[in-house]
Nanobody
Framework: QVQLVESGGGLVQPGGSLRLSCAAS????????MGWYRQDPGNQRELVAA???????KYADSVKGRFTISRENAKNTVYLQMNSLRPEDTAVYYC???????????????WGQGTQVTVSS
């Protein structure tokens, strides 16, 4: 079993900050990429930011310069620091990880349960 547990969502005013955390646990051999996606009603889930085990990072254009993704490999944990939040950042944020459960298995995508981020005055 593998679990991804997210925390850190909530309500914040425009211009404010939030920090999301996601910890992976269970039967894990290795984790390649970890990242954050978001989805609001009526729209498809979109990539926000992702980071590989080697530290390669990509961001959605809409969050560049405002969000920072980081990772603690020893703790199987990924973070998303979100600054200068805007109402259009409102969504459910999902953690994603590409995990191998043994040296002989291929990697599969796992998802967290989602955490709500609401940016509103």
């Amino acid at each position: 079993q593998v679990q991804l547990v997210e925390s850190g969502g909530g309500l914040v005013q425009p211009g404010g900050s939030l920090r999301l955390s996601c910890a992976a646990s269970g039967s894990i051999f290795s984790i390649y990429a970890m990242g954050w996606y978001r989805q609001d009603p009526g729209n498809q889930r979109e990539l926000v930011a992702a980071i590989t085990s080697g530290g390669n990072i990509k961001y959605a254009d809409s969050v560049k310069g405002r969000f920072t993704i980081s990772r603690e490999n020893a703790k199987n944990t990924v973070y998303l620091q979100m600054n200068s939040l805007r109402p259009e950042d409102t969504a459910v944020y999902y953690c994603n990880a590409e995990i191998r459960r043994s040296p002989w298995s291929k990697a599969y995508d796992y998802w967290g349960q989602g955490t709500q981020v609401t940016v509103s005055s």
